[in-house]
């Protein structure tokens, strides 16, 4: 079972609040609920939650929703490096894409469905959302 936590982008003050410091948050007098016991919180219209996928990068980072992603992946034979995309939940498929077939062995790997093979958090479209213009 993959761990629940979130992190909140606060659009007023452009600024990344991680689980940890949600607290933190309330206790500035904004008004963010946190409830650890019960994993739920209120957050406000001016703020944006991000959940964790339970993944983490090449370099142990963990990788949210909203996260920028640099990936390799192969597929009939051919190999496509450094291609970048957004982490974003999937309604359809109930999983984040193009994350949602990544812990999938390569015997499971269709050739349809390319798997990202390295993957990279390069930043978020919050902070850096001049990464996706390349």
């Known amino acids: 079972m993959r761990e629940i936590k ?3 982008w606060d659009k007023n003050r452009k600024r990344m609040y ?3 410091n949600i607290e933190a948050i309330h ?3 904004i008004l963010v609920i946190v409830a650890d016991n019960n994993d739920w919180m209120l957050v406000p219209p001016n703020y944006e939650l991000l959940q964790y996928t339970g993944l983490k990068d090449e370099q142990g980072k963990e990788i949210y929703e909203g996260d920028i992603i ?3 992946y192969h597929i009939g034979g051919l190999e496509f490096p450094n291609c970048i995309e957004t982490i974003k939940w999937d309604i359809e498929i109930t999983g984040f894409l193009p994350l949602s077939d990544y812990d999938v062995t390569e015997d499971d790997q269709s050739e349809c469905c390319p798997i990202p093979e390295t993957i990279e958090v390069i930043g978020n479209i919050y902070e850096n959302p001049e990464l996706l213009e390349k």
């Open 27 to 29: 206790n500035n007098g």
């Open 6 to 8: 979130f992190r909140v």
């Open 70 to 72: 640099r990936y390799t």
């Open 18 to 20: 991680f689980w940890e």
